[in-house]
């Protein structure tokens, strides 16, 4: 049996990620974790709802508990659910994409809508950027697995980052000197259930 179990876990691994069992919920033998990783999409339609603070606090949580080099916690971390901060931001970006957001009937918000975000920030190394990186993965899982739907953005980020008349936002994020905004994790309940995009699993090979 001890000489069988490699064999049956990998077995087990292989169905779990196969299109079919990462559909198999959990209470019915599949596997949360491997479940979660694979039917999360990135979200671009929401709900009004707002977000619970305590789920907010909860998935940010889940983020800091990512793995991070050497425990340095080189990351920052804010919560933003204000609407005063995220629709005055958006009609400042709207004023300076006007065409692009006319063009969308169904835009709500520069965040895909979303009622919430978690922004990350860290020094400009490159090695935080990889712990702010399982960071953002880790909070995107945890609120797939509370019902939240979410999506990594690097767009308004960009902006945010660029137009002089978006700093004073920028500023309101209170981020320690010396630290860059990398990406901001949009938050909401999902208005859409998009179908995965296709992976390459070429892509992946044993090296000898
Ligand atoms: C660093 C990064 C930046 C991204 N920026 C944006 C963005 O600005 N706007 C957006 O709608 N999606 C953005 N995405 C989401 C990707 O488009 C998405 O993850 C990818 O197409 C795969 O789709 P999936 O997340 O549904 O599996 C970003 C993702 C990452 C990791």
Redesign the pocket.
Known sequence: MRKLFPILAAAVLLAACSPKASQAPAEEGGNAVIEAIMA?????AYKDTPVPRELLQQIAECGVNAPNAINAQNWAVRIVDSPDYIDGLTAIYKEANAEMVARNPNFKNMF?GAPAIIAVAAPNTTISGVDS?LL?ENV?LAAYSLGLGT????????FMNTDPKAAPYLKRLNLPEGYDL??VV?VGYPDES?E??P?DYGKIQFAD
């Open positions: 999360r999409r990135s979200i671009r895909n990186g953002g995107m999506c990594c953005m690097a767009g308004p980020v960009r990398l990406f949009a998009p995965a995009r992976r």
